[in-house]
């Protein structure tokens, strides 16, 4: 089983919709969790930040139910801008905190 | 921009080869990280350097090893290289006060291997 997994879609949506993406993790002792951007043939890119107590950041919305080990971001009004690749992310802290990546959830908006 | 350069962007090589790759961390960063992302996957860590020394490593074989230099740069090699070595290689630098600290990317290393 893999530590992170993810629906790799791809999702395609209108723009203005409405989508949301969901994520698991198996490891408990997992302490921070993030929704990271990445454009064809870039980078990863950080896009938010996920606590327990749920976050919003214009469009984007994130929440993280540690009880289920279950992490979402909901996307609202989507532009075209918004085609990407978006990871959900877990990290464990420690001599060497390392980040864990799902496969990615490709979404593509379109006109 | 990240402040995080990697070079070369791109590199053919050839099975059984060796290869370096290179990576300048951001500016104040003394630990770096490296990922391998292999096609439609994430990103899957390989290995972690502060302070010169390897401080953690992910479920890579031996012929992958690093380097950091005194000025927090870094260096992956990967011997006896093989076709599934094929990846785009990701280094990320943070400051190490805080694990919490944000690690920020570099473009990659693309590597095919023939």
């Known amino acids: 089983r893999k530590e992170v997994e993810q629906d790799p879609g791809p999702f395609n949506v209108p723009e203005g919709a409405t989508v949301a993406f969901n994520c698991t993790y198996s490891?408990?002792?997992?302490?921070?969790f993030f929704w990271y951007r990445q454009d064809c043939r870039k980078e990863p890119k950080l896009l938010m930040s996920?606590?327990?107590s749920g976050n919003e950041d214009g469009r984007f919305t994130a929440q993280l139910n540690r009880a289920s080990q279950y992490i979402s971001l909901l996307i609202r009004d989507s532009k075209l801008s918004d085609s990407a690749t978006y990871l959900c992310?877990?990290?464990?802290?420690?001599?060497?905190?390392?980040?864990?990546f799902g496969t990615g959830t490709r979404l593509q908006v379109t006109l | 921009e990240t402040g995080v350069t990697q070079s070369p962007t791109h590199l053919i090589k050839t099975r059984g080869q060796q290869v370096t790759l290179r990576c300048s961390s951001q500016?104040?960063?003394?630990?770096v990280s490296w990922y391998q992302q292999a096609l439609g996957q994430g990103p899957q860590f390989i290995f972690q350097?502060?302070?010169?020394?390897?401080?953690g490593r992910g479920n890579f074989p031996p012929r992958f090893s690093g380097l950091q230099f005194p000025n927090y740069s870094s260096e992956l090699n990967v011997n006896a290289l093989e076709l599934n070595d094929s990846a785009l290689y990701l280094c990320?630098?943070?400051?190490?006060?805080?694990?919490?600290?944000?690690?920020?990317f570099g473009p990659g290393t693309r590597l095919t291997v023939l």
């Open positions: 992310v877990v990290k464990t802290h420690g001599t060497a905190s390392k980040l864990t």
């Open positions: 990320a630098s943070r400051t190490s006060t805080s694990s919490y600290n944000e690690q920020f």
């Open positions: 500016s104040g960063h003394n630990t």
């Open positions: 996920v606590y327990s």
């Open positions: 350097y502060y302070r010169e020394e390897e401080n």
């Open positions: 490891n408990s002792a997992s302490q921070s």
